[in-house]
DNA sequence: CTGAAAGCGCTAACAA
DNA sequence: TTGTTAGCGCTTTCAG
């Protein structure tokens, strides 16, 4: 039914091997008069190549699988972007498998439609890979490469944002606005909250601020932490907060205005991520702005194997959202 | 290097057609003993199917293919979700194709990728046809089904909400909160804009307003369209406007703030979406709510060919951005 | 219940 | 420059 090679073959009376080497433009093994035959007959016969044939045969696929999860945060479109154009450059086509909400099953599935493919890489985009996430990976011969997440692991391909220093530069510039009683929210305990934590208190530390434990409220990065992390910090004169992501500091920033709580007045807060979400609110909400379009591009690099672990530089993006502390009172 | 059956089988003392078969779960043609033998070899040897070469000889792919592009809106996630959702049910895997910001090329490409490899269906989300990806898809023998855009033809597949009830029910909740020169902003110019202001004319017609054709602000449904609808509304004594969707209506939000209007008082505003971005913005923006998981997973049952040509129904949802004109004075 | 053998559509030696 | 041929890894008759 559908047309293959061989029916090119019969209509233009060549073989099927000189078909295959116009299709796969093999130049300068075929005449230019083959060619024409060929390229006309797969017109007129609508013929389009099987990929799956050729991958087969290659044993290969010119396909970056990337495997993402619906996080409750909503950068990954940039990154998707930054795949997607230096992927094309390279000649390769991007799939994107979708792994559920942190679903260990779902994770496990994605990774091993990857692997069944043979793909030619994988690229993980904020996944927190569990053990047999990593097994799976580590027993296929195929390059894989974490992407805004870092493992700490010197030896697993990463891109990302450097998570200390990014909680770090938000921590120090709340101290330098006069803030010393300063919340982190929404961050989760696996790698990359972790990192944020370590930023946040090394720079607490730096100005000898004795930090409250209560003052870091864990979650996963999603608008729903953020409004569950505002109503601990009320009782605690919490005066500034650290939001792990745009989402959560939105989050908030509904939450205490839900409390009549002015901002930045009665609550500064400098989020994670510095997406479109820090201009909607209200105040517009600085942020230490991640560049995810970077990140995706560097991915593809890494995967591809044309760059070291690579950490993507951050920027600090004043906005609105937080209120110089020295002339108003504490609470 | 990597195993295959016939490594099972020299393994096993089976012949590879045993081994497909234990493999292939073709139940009651092999004994339980071959099966045992079959299971530990393929263990041991860390086997894993190559699904490339199944789907060659199946000539079938248990892949849906879900293309989309990098809508300005936000809402993609929920569909994806609700296809997941669908597809997992029926057995299908699900990959993305990435198809740029309404870029043809890349759009064409996507179709492609889609149809050399075989897979059972295609969902196109928010994509717009043109008339090579229209050709493309009618001459292949697979199914396809348009998501979240109607095409106004019934013979070709889609999900969607009704776009003509849904500008109807947000235009005649304005009129009913007293509101009589109303805007219309950021729509399209193609099939869901051109539906959308279907309906909001039929509601101020149903009314005898008398529309003003500046009234109505073209745009992509992205914040920025939102900014700039802003001004010409100003001098136009609008006193409402419908957003044609919850970024276009933050646009617009920002931007009447940034003019020190407040809100909803000098301007209403309802919003077609109800994604999170409606509890983000003070005030939080009412509007129009469409069942984006619902869509996606009517979407995987029409292409699969489980149901008819679908309209999902959308909801009202009441928040913060509307105010009742009667005691308010029109500029 | 198992094995032998024929392909799926294509590429890549190897000959001609 | 072109054709012949042998597979890629798997499923599926058809015999046994």
């Known amino acids: 039914m559908k047309p293959t090679i061989k029916d090119i073959a019969a209509k233009t ?15 300068g093994t075929y005449s230019a008069k083959a060619e024409a035959k060929v390229l006309q007959a797969a017109r007129e016969l609508g013929y389009r190549k099987n990929t799956v044939a050729v991958e087969l045969v290659k044993k290969r696929a010119d396909v970056l699988a990337v495997i993402i999860n619906a996080t409750p945060t909503n950068f990954s479109t940039d990154i998707i972007d930054g795949i997607q154009e230096r992927a094309g450059q390279l000649g390769q086509q991007v799939i994107i498998l979708y792994a559920g909400n942190r679903e260990a099953p779902l994770q496990h599935q994605a990774i091993n439609t990857a692997l069944q493919r043979n793909v030619s890489g994988i690229l993980l985009v904020a996944i927190e890979p569990d053990a047999t996430d990593r ?8 390059p894989f490469c974490f ?8 030896n697993i391909k990463s891109v990302s944002s450097n998570n200390h220093d990014l909680a770090y530069q938000a ?8 803030h010393t009683r300063i919340g982190l929210a929404g961050i989760d305990d696996y790698h990359t909250g972790r990192q944020r934590l370590a930023g946040y208190q090394a720079a607490l530390a730096n100005h000898q601020i004795m930090a409250d434990p209560a003052w870091v409220q864990r ?12 109503s601990p910090y009320r009782s605690l004169g919490v005066t500034a907060v650290l939001a792990a992501s745009d989402m959560v500091a939105a989050g908030l920033l509904t ?11 009665d609550l500064s807060i400098v989020s994670i991520d510095g997406t479109i979400i820090c201009d909607i609110t209200t105040p517009a909400l600085t942020s230490v702005t991640q560049d995810f379009r970077e990140i995706g591009r560097q ?5 591809m194997g044309q760059a070291a672990q690579t950490i993507i530089p951050v920027t600090l993006t004043e906005r609105a959202s937080v209120a110089e502390l020295d002339q108003l009172e504490t609470k």
Chains 1, 2 share one sequence.
């Open 13 to 27: 009376n060549l073989s099927i091997a000189t078909v295959s080497r116009v299709l796969g433009h093999k130049q």
């Open 135 to 142: 097994e799976l990976l580590q027993a296929a011969q195929v």
């Open 147 to 154: 992407v805004s997440l870092n493992l700490d692991d010197q």
């Open 171 to 178: 921590t120090e510039y709340l101290i330098a606005h006069g």
């Open 219 to 230: 979650g996963n990065y999603s608008y729903q932490a953020g409004q569950a992390a505002l």
């Open 255 to 265: 939450a205490a205005q839900g409390q009549h709580l002015t901002l930045p007045q």
């Open 299 to 303: 991915g593809v690099n890494r995967v």
